[in-house]
């Protein structure tokens, strides 16, 4: 993996316990920003007008992508920069109704860029930001991400939207006939792809451990089980740092879906060796036997305190995603009827539907902030999945995306949340073949971030670095 190096020279910042904009569930009150121009520090030998273009245009992105703010136009707030010269005149950007104001200085020296950058609160009159960075040029647009990292830190507490990264499965789209599907790697902004897999086998479900440095999928291959060569599904774990993979569970049938504790311990997998798809505790290296979960559980229904009646041939518990409080796991199962959503709780075994309409609920993904929860569901039979929220006790159902408007039916599945809780991200074929597409929890902002001449699928949004 690519290691880049920031040098910090200055450093003033607020305390982290000062939170300047409240954050709640998927929503925030935008505040109004302006943004100077990105002046040069030094003479005119140390510029590079489109490498400030560039870095500006960044910052302009990436404060877009926050969803926090309102934009003061350019030539105001650049106007207000000029006149407010080298010392800070706050008069000067609060006329305009600025809230935070962002001022920039650059310099280019054989290669190595120094980038001053200073973050002010107008109406309380302080910097909340003051600091210099040096990285290499080439790395300005990284250097642009570690930035703005630090400042939607530093106004809501969040970290993780610029440095963490999204795993994906692709193929190639001019090997039309059974492409192998290989696990990819992508920083949030869909930059920095790497390959991580190249196995000409079909790789699927990717996933983080709360780590950062390892992940898990399934892949089919042949393996030697109980002396007889075969070939099946095998769930492994990548070392990102080093590349190296061990084999967690080869079994017969499913061994898929992993879904990893917040603190790490043990992971939630898919297994049908017993004849149908249950979930089945796991622990990080593979060892020991699995632990059933889903086949213990307690059904109890949102409007009763009876159990409800579980059909043992619909049994088919998959998709299992973990609560932040490490308590809870949320999950489909058909074993009512058609897939639906339910919420279980581990020490008690007992589980809640909190789904009930649609032929199809599926990849549930509970939100960060612990709030929501995010879903695909079709709505009528041999109908498109487009992306639903509903809350932990199955209250405010909500649908996020639209597919069946359009000329014709557009999927979007595969929810995976950011660590913000604010964005997710889905797998959709709105531009024809599957693509990644990021989104703010609003709705308001999309990106696609996966790469053209691809098709790209199951999306796992990492954790924080």
Known sequence: MKIFLFIFLTFTLISPAEIYLSVTGAGVRRAKISMGEIRPLGDASSTDPNLASQIRSQ???????????????????????????????YSKWSALGTTFALRLGYRVDSGKLTLDVQFYDIPGQKRILGQSYQSSAINARRL????????????????????????MVC?????????????????ADGNNLIQLTADNTLSLSPSWMNDGTHITYTQFEFLISKGVRKRGTVLKK??????????????????SGA?????????????????????????????????PFSRNLQ????????????????????????????????????????????????????????????????????????????????RAPNGNFDIYMIEPDGNNLERLTVGDKAPRKI???????????RHFAIASNESGNYQIFTITADGGIKRRISPEGKECKSPDWGPAE
């Open 144 to 167: 642009v991400h570690e930035v703005s990292e630090t400042i939607l830190r530093a106004l809501t507490g969040e970290k993780g939207l610029f440095k963490s990264r999204i795993l």
């Open 238 to 255: 990548h070392n990102l740092s080093t590349g190296a993979r061990t084999i967690l569970s080869f079994r017969d049938g499913m061994n």
């Open 299 to 378: 059904l109890k229904s949102l409007t009763s305190t009876l159990a409800q009646v579980t059909n043992p041939n619909l049994l088919f518990d998959v998709e299992a995603s973990w609560a932040p409080n490490g308590r809870e796991l949320v999950f489909s199962s058909a074993r009512t009827g058609n897939p639906m959503i339910y919420v279980a709780d581990i020490e008690t075994k007992t589980a809640r539907q909190i789904t009930y309409a649609g032929k199809y609920n599926a990849t549930p993904a509970w939100s960060p902030k612990g709030d929501k929860i995010i879903f695909a569901a079709q």
């Open 411 to 421: 999927n979007h599945e595969n929810p995976t949340w950011a660590p913000t809780g």
């Open 171 to 187: 193929h190639d789209l001019n090997r039309r006939k059974s492409p192998p599907k290989e696990i990819y790697i992508a920083d």
């Open 59 to 89: 910052f302009l992105d990436d404060l877009e992508f926050m969803n926090l703010f309102e934009f003061i136009p350019d030539s105001k707030a650049i106007q207000a920069d000029k006149e407010s010269g080298g010392e800070m005149d």
């Open 259 to 291: 879904a990893w504790s917040p603190n790490g311990g043990r992971g939630v997998v898919t297994l049908s060796f017993s004849g149908k798809p249950e979930l089945y505790f796991i622990d990080n290296a593979g060892s020991g036997e699995p632990e």
